[in-house]
C-alpha cells in the first residue's frame, strides 16, 4: 500500500532530526493473505520512530533497489512491531510481488518517515474516510488515540466496490465492541460480491463482521453530503489518489474547514 511505483511522497516533513539513524531494519514474521489482492504483512525489528498515521519507505528483498512508500497499521511500538496493508496496483510488478511473494524470514529495510495525518490533541469529534488500504494509517490513529484519557467521538467510514473487499471488517467489527467512542461504517459501491470467485476470500471467511444491512450503498466521496456540515469535526481522508480529490472537493462544497482536514493520496 502507498503511492504507486512513482516514489511520491505525502505531505508532510521528515520527521528525524539530523544526524539520527536514517534507516532501520525489520524480518517479515508473517504474511496472510487475505484477498487474491491484498496482503498484511506483519514484522518485527528495530524500533522505528515514525508517527502513528505517517507512512516510511520500504525496500524489499523482492526489489531491492525499488523504495515505495507504505503507511503502518500499527503506531510505534517499543518492539518493533510493524504490520503493512499491501494492495496490487493495476500496472505496478512491485507492489504485486509483495502481495504474491512475501514470506516469514525476509528482511525489510525502512527509512524516512513523513506525513501529516494526526488526531489533534483537543479534538472532540473526528471523522476518519479509508478506502481500501487506506485504512492502514487510520487504524494505526485508532489504535493510538485509543491510549487517551478521553478519546474523541470517532466516525471511521470505510469503503470498497464489494463487501468482501471491506479486508478488514472482523477486525473492525471487533475493534466497534471494545471501544464505545467508536463507530464504524461500511460503505460499498455494489451490495452484492461478483460472481468470479477469489479463492483467498473464501479461505479466511468468517463469521464475524457487518451484515449487508448495516453497509451503506454508495462511495466514500458521498459521505461529507450525506453527514454534513461537519463544521466542528476534524476530518482525515485516506486512500486512493481520486476517491481523496472527490472527497475534499465534497468537503469544501458542504463547508467543512479547510484547517480541520487531513489527507493523503496515493
Same mark, same amino acid.
Given at each position: 500500500? @502507498? ?8 505531505? @508532510? ?12 531494519? *525489520? ?20 524500533? #522505528? ?10 525496500r ?14 500499527l ?7 510493524l ?60 489504535? $493510538? ?32 465492541g ?15 460480491d ?11 471467511? #468468517? ?13 466514500? *466521496? $458521498? ?18 489518489? *481520486? ?9 469544501? *462544497? ?11 493520496g496515493?
Amino acid at each position: 500500500m @502507498g503511492p504507486e511505483e512513482t516514489g511520491a511522497l505525502p505531505l @508532510g516533513e521528515q520527521a528525524l532530526p539530523p544526524g539520527e539513524q536514517t534507516e532501520w531494519t *525489520a524480518t517479515v514474521v508473517g504474511a496472510h493473505r487475505l484477498r487474491e489482492d491484498t496482503t498484511v504483512v506483519r514484522l518485527i525489528g528495530e524500533f #522505528v520512530p515514525f508517527a502513528a498515521g505517517q507512512s516510511v519507505e520500504v525496500r524489499t528483498p523482492q526489489h531491492p533497489n525499488m523504495v515505495r512508500r507504505m503507511y503502518c497499521a500499527l503506531p510505534p511500538s517499543l518492539d518493533g512491531k510493524l504490520e503493512f496493508h499491501v494492495r496490487t496496483v493495476p500496472g505496478g510488478w512491485c507492489s504485486g510481488s509483495i502481495v504474491a511473494d512475501s514470506h516469514p524470514g525476509d528482511e525489510w529495510r525502512i527509512s524516512a518517515p513523513a506525513g501529516w495525518l494526526a488526531v489533534e490533541p483537543g479534538a472532540t469529534d473526528v471523522v476518519m474516510l479509508a478506502d481500501g488500504v487506506g485504512l492502514a494509517p487510520l487504524r494505526s490513529l485508532l489504535l $493510538d488515540i485509543s491510549r487517551r484519557p478521553e478519546p474523541p467521538r470517532t466516525h471511521l467510514f470505510v469503503g470498497g466496490r464489494y463487501p468482501r473487499d471491506l479486508y478488514a471488517s472482523d477486525m473492525l467489527y471487533l475493534l466497534t465492541g471494545e471501544l464505545p467512542w467508536l463507530t464504524v461504517i461500511p460503505v460499498v459501491e455494489d451490495e452484492d460480491d461478483p460472481d468470479l470467485v477469489d479463492p483467498w476470500y473464501e479461505q479466511c471467511r #468468517v463469521d464475524i463482521g457487518f451484515r449487508p444491512e448495516e453497509m451503506m450503498p454508495g462511495t466514500i *466521496a $458521498d459521505i461529507p453530503e450525506r453527514f454534513g456540515p461537519l463544521d466542528h469535526h476534524q476530518i482525515l481522508v485516506c486512500g486512493g489518489a *481520486a476517491m481523496v480529490r472527490n472527497t475534499i472537493d465534497q468537503l469544501v *462544497a458542504i463547508g467543512a474547514p479547510a484547517e480541520a482536514i487531513r489527507y493523503e493520496g496515493f
